[in-house]
């Protein structure tokens, strides 16, 4: 990337071939793994800026790519950047299935976009935008990971006090949010568990099928869906009556979108546990954060 960046408040340079003036390094956010403490300590400093009214804004463009059933994630991620003075750009995710190679469409989008936010089912797509190196790449979901859900979750319970000795219960399969956790966990040194189905498990993730047990020790109760594997997670279903065996003051944190019925019962929801739907508004100031974040604001 070589267009100048723009200091905060002021518009960026677009279009002069002749200015090879390179800019500070690109950061992107493919997985949590790439990051470090401190890289997630900055953006929930520029959240809680934002969370108040003051986080920095600037003027430019994020190209953004979702799949038409994308709800919270593309509301946020949408109505952040507009709140910031990013102009947001949006496409299909398909828009991406096509031969063009991924590393031109970046170089392309360069001339005109300050950040790239993607949400598409194959991580390699979102990898090969990143290797370009030719301006910052958002991850906002794979079927391998949501680094940004899990940030937005983290940022929501250390506004409740909840971090960093919290024991985290991770009940369900292999999937992009499991995977997702585990990688918050490397990089904070989270105390997580995952409950599910000895062949269900994450790859590395410490693991038990005990779920009476491991609920009663358990600060946060963190769900995902079954995806196939419906059947085979019907004993781990979270209930009300579960959430009484846990410690007082446990979380249930189901990852949306949930069913009742599914991975958790009518009641739990019921249950002083539920964080509750209001939880989730983390998201709009984390992915903000995440943005500026990767576009230098910070």
Known sequence: MWD??????QPR????PMDL???QPVRSLVRLDDWSASDVEAVFALADAYRAGHGPRTQGSAVMFFPPSSLRTRVTFERGASLMGLQP???????LDKPEALADVAHYLDNWADVVVVRHPDLGVVEALDAARALPVVNAMTDQNHPCEVLADLYAFRQLGALPSTRLLFVGADGNIARAWQEASRVLDLDLLQCCPADLATPGARWTDDLDTAIRSADVVLT???GAH??????FRITAALLDRAPAGVRLAPCPPFVRG???SADALEHPAFVGHAFKSALLPVQQAVMAFCTGLG
């Open 21 to 23: 003036t390179p800019t």
């Open 230 to 235: 419906a059947t085979a997670l019907e004993p």
């Open 4 to 9: 100048v960046m723009p200091t905060v408040g």
């Open 224 to 226: 995902d869906g079954p």
């Open 89 to 95: 750009i949006v496409f299909p995710d398909t828009t």
């Open 262 to 264: 599914r991975e958790l």
């Open 13 to 16: 340079r677009y279009g002069d």
